[in-house]
T-cell receptor, first 113, second 114 residues
């Protein structure tokens, strides 16, 4: 079975500062990894995903994530955040060939002026 | 394209009442899902339908039933609502398998059971 741990429940950061949201996963089989973003009162939308190949994945809105197999991590980064990045971010994992996606508990990113 | 639509947006039920949450997608996706979102717990899969004509249990199926009415529509039924089912419910869809496929989410239904 797969599991996902998001290491921070809330991350406050000032505008234009860099940010890293941490995600660790566990799985005994190959997995796909995802980051989704949820703005207030909306559904989730995909930021980026890692399927295979390059371990550095670039997504929308200037976000990127790095897959580290040895540390079983998939941390999300942005070099300079904006107020509009305030949202909840979910890391997710699915088994290759499987139908179930397991979501982490979420990290609330607060960007302050 | 409307994407994934859900009705209703809000609902208040009394304990023991029943209701059906409706979901429809217009992206010709094969797979559809129902999740519930609770504070500090992320999203948990209730049921999913890998393709038209099939449904399977997820992590938290107790107290729920589903129907894949056709390729577009996937409904979630609460037969006898309980306060523990107070939550935000999201429907999602994807191409054949989520393994590698992005899931597209509806806007959610906020359900309160008193």
């Amino acid at each position: 079975a797969q599991s996902v741990t998001q290491l921070d429940s809330q991350v406050p950061v000032f505008e234009e500062a860099p940010v890293e949201l941490r995600c660790n996963y566990s799985s005994s089989v190959s997995v796909y990894l995802f980051w989704y973003v949820q703005y207030p009162n909306q559904g989730l939308q995909l930021l980026l995903k890692y399927l295979s190949g390059s371990t550095l994945v670039k997504g929308i809105n200037g976000f990127e994530a790095e897959f580290n197999k040895s540390q079983t991590s998939f941390h999300l980064r942005k070099p300079s955040v904006h107020i509009s990045d305030t949202a909840e971010y979910f890391c997710a994992v699915s088994r290759t060939g499987g139908f179930k996606t397991i979501f982490g508990a979420g990290t609330r990113l607060f960007v302050k002026a | 394209n409307a994407g994934v639509t859900q009705t209703p947006k809000f609902q208040v039920l009394k304990t023991g009442q029943s209701m059906t949450l409706q979901c429809a997608q217009d992206m010709n996706h094969n797979s559809m899902y129902w999740y519930r979102q609770d504070p500090g717990m992320g999203l948990r899969l209730i049921y999913y339908s890998a393709s038209e004509g099939t449904t399977d249990k997820g992590e938290v199926p107790n107290g729920y039933n589903v129907s894949r009415l056709n390729k577009r529509e996937f409904s979630l039924r609460l037969e006898s609502a309980a306060p523990s089912q107070t939550s935000v419910y999201f429907c999602a869809s994807s191409e054949l398998s989520p393994g590698g496929s992005e899931q597209y989410f509806g806007p959610g239904t906020r359900l309160t059971v008193t």
